[in-house]
């Protein structure tokens, strides 16, 4: 079975500053990714970050970076200069092996954490 | 990114009707479709999969007779609540992925109340 953990429920931080969003998984699965995914107020999922467990580097998509340490079974999303407007809820998931057919994967999301930024 | 639109994004409806809700990929064919419930300030609980042409696959404890979904074409799938009741009231996220994409692509959601 997959279980995604994110410790914090709320985290704050002060405008232009960065943030770390942890995130730990568990899987059997010896192939796996791992995404990040932004949900505002109006309640869209917004897609960040994805990092695969064989991807030598970690992933990084503007000011979005995921440090993906996978002997710790980690992949905390980093943000730099935070912008009042990521102020969102921020679930990691991820995808294992175990398929829908046709090639699509299940997710299996984290409780989320509610970032705020602060003026 | 590819597109997904839900509609309709809210309804309200009387306890007892029947809801259905449409899930569209806009700009790419949709081999599966997935819909998830969100209760507030929880994340999200997949409910189903489905496969063009296919039946749909349920998660445990997910009623497939009150829970209707219908992935007829590549482009949309449709899930109807039926018989809705004020516990049915929750958000409905639809997510689509193609064949040879691994990212799901979320829709909008569905604000369903009933009264």
């Known amino acids: 079975a997959q279980k995604i953990t994110q410790t914090q429920p709320g985290m704050f931080v002060q405008e232009k500053e960065a943030v770390t969003l942890d995130c730990t998984y568990d899987t059997s699965d010896p192939s796996y990714g791992l995404f990040w995914y932004k949900q505002p107020s109006s309640g869209e999922m917004i897609f960040l970050i994805y990092q695969g467990s064989y991807d030598q580097q970690n992933a990084t998509e503007g000011r979005y970076s995921l440090n993906f340490q996978k002997a710790r079974k980690s992949a905390n999303l980093v943000i730099s200069a935070s912008q009042l407007g990521d102020s969102a809820m921020y679930f990691c998931?991820?995808?294992?092996?175990?398929?829908?057919?046709?090639?699509?994967?299940?997710?299996?999301f984290g409780k989320g954490t509610k970032l705020s930024v602060i003026p | 990114g590819a597109v997904v639109s839900q509609h309709p994004s809210w309804v309200i409806c009387k306890s007892g009707t029947s809801v259905k809700i449409e899930c569209r990929s806009l700009d790419f064919q949709a081999t599966t479709m997935f819909w998830y419930r969100q209760f507030p300030k929880q994340s999200l609980m997949l409910m189903a999969t489905s496969n063009e042409g296919s039946k749909a696959t349920y998660e445990q404890g997910v009623e497939k007779d009150k829970f209707l979904i219908n992935h007829a074409s590549l482009t949309l799938s449709t899930l109807t609540v039926t018989s809705a009741h004020p516990e049915d009231s929750s958000f409905y996220i639809c997510?689509?992925?193609?064949?040879?994409?691994?990212?799901?692509?979320f829709g909008p959601g569905t604000r369903l109340t009933v009264l």
């Open positions: 997510s689509a992925s193609g064949r040879l994409a691994d990212t799901q692509y």
């Open positions: 998931a991820m995808r294992g092996l175990s398929y829908s057919g046709a090639g699509s994967y299940q997710l299996t």
